[in-house]
């Protein structure tokens, strides 16, 4: 029969552009996020991270803005390159919850175009 | 500094044989994880283990996988016996403290059962 997987979001962009990946998280308690990046065939990458008392935090390329009135967090990718070319996944944590482990989103293929 | 040791990197093994995956965390981290990958239902988490205790093993597929951490260098993740729907990519990855901290993922190993 046929094989049914998970449909990745995928956004395709020039290299040289830059990059908006966005990511929908469930819970409003959440206290910290992250952004990973996973190549293909390698485990997923730490990025960056961002705790629920901050709206925007910059790295080396990268921005992770946080919008907790819609639960809403993005990363930016400042001109892309092609090794940005990979899945990137969004994660959150409730420390006060009964899991206190962080939650994946599904992932977002990004693939730069030459 | 090393990151998270995964062995080995490439299994392939036959229905009904016994699979043993391999984790060394990074060095001062008490806090050990075992993903699933699967294109079907994307990561999962399987276990962790903080100080060497397992704290929630909710996500064990079932009797046929069990997972230790007799120090804290060391852990396994075993399958007995193993079938075909348990191909994927088993990841492992660690964090310093608790299980909402960012954790640092190792290269995977990729399980073939035929």
């Known amino acids: 029969g046929e094989s049914v997987g998970l449909h990745l979001p995928t956004l395709s962009v020039q290299e040289g552009d830059n990059s908006i990946i966005n990511c929908a998280y469930s819970?409003?308690?959440?206290?910290?996020f992250i952004w990973y990046k996973q190549e293909s065939g390698k485990g997923p990458q730490f990025i960056i991270d961002i705790r629920s008392n901050m709206d925007k935090r910059q790295g080396q390329r990268v921005t992770v803005l946080l919008n907790k009135t819609v639960k809403h967090l993005s990363l930016q990718i400042a001109a892309t390159q092609p090794g940005d070319s990979a899945v990137y996944f969004c994660?959150?944590?409730?420390?006060?919850?009964?899991?206190?482990?962080?939650?994946f989103g599904t992932g977002t293929l990004l693939a730069v175009q030459p | 500094d090393a990151g998270v040791i995964q062995s080995p990197r490439h299994e392939v093994t036959e229905m009904g044989q016994e699979v043993t995956l391999r984790c060394k965390p990074i060095?001062?981290?008490?806090?050990l994880f075992w993903y699933r990958q699967t294109m079907m239902r994307g990561l999962e988490l399987l276990i962790y283990?903080?100080?060497?205790?397992?704290?929630?093993d909710s996500g064990m597929p079932e009797d046929r996988f069990s997972a230790k951490m007799p120090n804290a260098s060391f852990s396994t993740l075993k399958i007995q016996p193993s079938e075909p729907r348990d191909s994927a990519v088993y990841f492992c990855a660690s964090s310093l403290y608790r299980g909402g901290d960012t954790q640092y993922f190792g290269p995977g190993t990729r399980l073939t059962v035929l």
């Open positions: 994660a959150d944590v409730n420390y006060g919850g009964a899991t206190n482990k962080l939650i």
């Open positions: 283990f903080n100080n060497n205790v397992p704290i929630d």
């Open positions: 060095s001062g981290h008490n806090s």
């Open positions: 819970n409003s308690a959440s206290d910290y």
